[in-house]
């Protein structure tokens, strides 16, 4: 029996912003309504509701909102509910919604991520630093950590150097994807980095973690984002013609870990991507528009290559020619990105990726951009899609 | 402040060995492979035989990175650290801050000896440059 392919019918974002002191519920209340408006439904159509990863205090505003207060809040009677703080990737929400609307659990599920990293954020404590404030750690962070490789930029900072050692890659290859991200965040209004980046600037910034710099980081930011995943046939009912989730790859074949696999210029995302191409007819080349993991400049190049766009080792050309940015052939993160859109775990890529397929991104709309693919995570984490509006 | 690892069946070895100067690493008694994290069980061969050795504590540097941004108040920058190719165990990486070196001439296949710094309970190992003549 082959079941009906889930879809996305709405997608919602709150105002985002750095130090907005708002609480997360004001941001989530606004996505989520949003994201129901955008699918011409109303809060009694929702019947489950996913998050990732869930309520945690363990990283200063990094998840301060669990599907228990966000059912409590909205007054949700649900069928279904669900987080999934070891799911694959960011992305984990939207595949166990799909999963669920497919299996019949649910008809209309709310899949939501809400941080408030920019106004939690103390520098005894930072955003997005696993153990920070803490006396001891455990899981794959205690390998990390204690030998004070404390940030994700260490992390993806000698992912990097060995990308770079190999292939030849250089930081002026990854201020590609900054400046080329940052011109398509003036084309969106709710980028929060709105200012014109110049090479020198990117030249002239501050190093973070070798050969990592100030703007090859991501933003920590205050906001939320929501969609609404769907059961095919309750998706025709909706406002906008729904978004089918054509394939979705979860793959992992390495160790949870950042540093043992056996090649750093590979990431869970090649086995993920691996995956996702095994469950479709379609090519890279049927993508009009790509949504890519950038916590870190770095990923973006790694995640080209998962997916196939150009062979391994071949990313700095792809990137030097133009392909990513704006009016390529295959624009990467066309509301900016977590660079300069801010971060929201990978629920703003594909919130950027539902508005370009729906011809709604005014102003860096890709013409008649048809189908998506998204890719969320780092390291070892990683989880992929591809989406397409009928 | 820089949080420690917590101590567990699996990794107790590991962060104690530097008590005696040891870098210790898992291997399976069983299929020789060697394991890392350390594990109860043999990923490869299910087998429970496990155990630590100590190992030279000489490697080279896979990859590395200079951390240049404070990410705690008094955390002294910069400094490097590097994902080092731990001899005499395949396919073994250990990552840890390089000292006696300027961090800045940290370079991918460099040879490397451990040391290590004890903090309460724990001995974080470290890596350092060969000093020619030196390594055992």
Redesign the interface.
């Known amino acids: 029996m082959t079941l009906a392919k889930a879809t996305i019918t709405g997608a919602g974002i709150s105002r985002l912003g750095r130090k907005t002191g708002r609480p997360a519920m004001l941001h989530l209340v606004e996505a989520a309504t949003e994201a129901l408006a955008c699918a011409g439904l109303t809060r009694e159509d929702i019947d489950g509701i996913t998050t990732y990863p869930g309520r945690t205090s363990g990283s200063p505003g990094m998840s301060p909102l669990g599907t228990g207060e966000v059912r409590n809040a909205l007054g949700l009677r649900t069928r279904w509910h669900c987080s999934t703080p070891e799911g694959p990737s960011q992305m984990a929400p939207i595949i166990s919604a799909a999963m669920a609307v497919m299996c019949g659990q649910a008809r209309h599920v709310l899949c939501f991520r809400a941080l408030t990293e920019s106004s939690s954020q103390t520098?005894?404590r930072?955003a997005s630093?696993p153990?920070?404030?803490?006396?001891?750690?455990?899981g794959w962070t205690?390998?990390?950590?204690?030998?004070?490789?404390?940030?994700g930029?260490?992390w993806a900072?000698?992912?990097?150097?060995?990308y770079f050692?190999e292939f030849g890659m250089t930081r002026d290859h990854l201020a590609m994807v900054a400046l080329g991200q940052r011109q398509f965040a003036l084309a969106n209004p709710s980028a929060v980095m709105r200012k014109p980046l110049s090479l020198q600037e990117y030249r002239d910034a501050?190093?973070?973690?070798?050969?990592?710099g100030l703007f090859d980081c991501d933003l920590p930011i205050d906001g939320a984002c929501a969609f609404i995943v769907s059961a095919a046939d309750a998706a025709k009912d909706c406002a906008r013609p729904p978004l089918r989730i054509e394939a979705m790859g979860a793959g992992l074949r390495s160790?949870e870990?950042?540093?043992?696999r056996?090649d750093?210029t590979t990431m869970g995302a090649h086995d993920s991507s691996a995956d996702l191409w095994q469950r479709t007819d379609l090519r890279p080349e049927d993508v009009d528009v790509l949504a890519l993991y950038d916590g870190f400049s770095i990923f973006v190049p790694l995640w080209l290559e998962a997916l196939g766009f150009c062979g391994h080792g071949e990313a700095k050309d792809f990137i030097a020619e133009g392909n990513i940015g704006p009016s390529g052939r295959y624009p990467v993160n066309t509301g900016g990105g977590q660079l300069s859109g801010g971060r929201l775990h990978g629920f703003g890529l594909l919130h950027e990726a539902c508005l370009q397929l729906w011809g709604d991104a005014a102003g860096r709309q890709v013409p008649e951009a048809r189908t998506a693919v998204c890719g969320m995570g780092g390291g070892f984490i990683a989880g992929a899609m591809l989406l397409q509006r009928n | 402040m820089r949080p420690l690892p917590l101590l567990t069946a699996e990794n107790r070895e590991f962060w104690t060995g530097g008590a005696h100067g040891k870098l210790k690493i898992c291997f399976c008694n069983s299929c020789e492979r060697a394991i890392h994290p350390p594990q109860l069980v043999c990923p490869t061969c299910l087998s429970l035989d496990v155990g630590s050795r100590a190992v030279t504590g000489t490697g080279t540097v896979y990859s590395f990175t200079v951390n240049y941004q404070p990410w705690y108040p008094e955390m002294a920058v910069p400094f490097a650290l590097a994902v080092v190719d731990v001899d005499g165990a395949p396919g073994v990486r250990v990552t840890a801050q390089v000292t006696d070196t300027d961090p800045e001439a940290v370079r991918i296949g460099d040879k490397v000896q451990v040391g290590f710094r004890q903090i309460d309970d724990i001995w974080l190992p470290q890596w350092k440059p060969v000093v020619q003549g030196s390594a055992t």
């Open positions: 520098p005894e930072r630093i153990g920070a404030g803490e006396s001891r750690v455990d205690s390998w990390l950590v204690p030998a004070h490789a404390m940030s930029a260490n900072g000698w992912i990097a150097t060995r050692h501050r190093m973070i973690s070798s050969p990592l160790q870990t950042w540093d043992q056996a750093l």
